[in-house]
């Protein structure tokens, strides 16, 4: 039975901070300050509606950042056991980041990366 006690609190704890969370947000929360009901209350006046049109660039860099980033995830494990993986795993690495860098280079070449167009 002891071995469920860290389980026990981390339930605990798991029920007591998001409930404290939002009771302590509803006592200190700001009322009547703003009639409006914007959908971004950051004090600032919407300059077009929520449901215009993006350019179809913004996704592709969107899209782009995400496979980047979850390439990145991999040089984690690898850099912990990079001691018994040895040569062979170096060299699995440098031929990841090699396939990396030609698909950086495809999107950069497309003009995938170009901010403005």
């Known amino acids: 039975m002891q071995e469920y ?3 026990l609190i981390f339930l605990c704890v798991a029920v007591v901070v998001p409930i404290s969370a939002l009771v302590l947000s509803g006592l200190l929360q700001a009322r009547g ?31 782009l950042f995400v496979v980047f ?12 056991k990079l001691d018994r993986l040895g ?7 440098a031929i990841f980041f090699v396939i990396l860098l030609i698909g ?12 403005v167009s």
Not at 69 to 80: C, K, R
Not at 87 to 93: D, K, Q, T
């Open 87 to 93: 040569l062979y795993g170096f060299i699995e690495m």
């Open 104 to 115: 950086y280079a495809y999107a950069w070449r497309k003009g995938a990366l170009d901010w």
């Open 69 to 80: 980033d979850v390439e990145t995830i991999f040089l984690f494990p690898w850099a912990v």
């Open 33 to 63: 300050r703003n009639t409006d009901a914007s959908p971004y209350e950051c004090g600032i006046e919407p300059l077009t509606a929520a449901r215009d049109r993006y350019s179809v660039q913004y996704y592709i860099i969107a899209v």
């Open 5 to 7: 006690i860290p389980v």
